[in-house]
């Protein structure tokens, strides 16, 4: 399971930029072409963050569907596979959406002094 891996990788980058302060929610972007499960990282997420700044956080994830532009006639379509026929019958598309991972915001504890 690479998500575990991911996951880390995704709880060290929001601690760097919490600076230090409690982590109340986390939004990723994660495309359905991506190979990666957002369900395992979902399961993953509380374990990672286990002792951190992070514990507790709301994981929110927002799955992007795969979108593909055609070479030949410059339609663009949905696809649910990292490759796909166009209704023209090429077989020359580019993946244009969904093969994203990205943190797309982090919310932070504001303390009021």
Do not use: M, P, R, V
């Given at each position: 399971m690479h998500e575990l891996g991911i996951t880390q990788n995704i709880i060290a980058i929001v601690r760097e930029n919490a600076q230090g302060k409690k982590v109340q929610r986390v939004l990723l972007e994660i495309g359905q072409l991506s190979a990666i499960m957002p369900d395992a990282i979902?399961?993953?997420?509380?374990?990672?963050?286990?002792?951190?700044?992070i514990e507790g956080a709301i994981l929110e994830i927002l799955e992007i569907p795969g979108m593909a532009k055609c070479r030949q006639c410059g339609k663009t379509f949905y696809v649910d596979k990292p490759f796909g026929i166009c209704e023209c019958?090429?077989?020359?598309?580019?993946?244009?959406?969904?093969?994203e991972l990205k943190i797309k915001e982090i919310e932070v504890e504001e303390l009021c002094v």
């Open positions: 979902k399961f993953c997420f509380d374990i990672c963050a286990k002792d951190t700044i019958g090429s077989l020359q598309i580019e993946i244009i959406n969904g093969e």
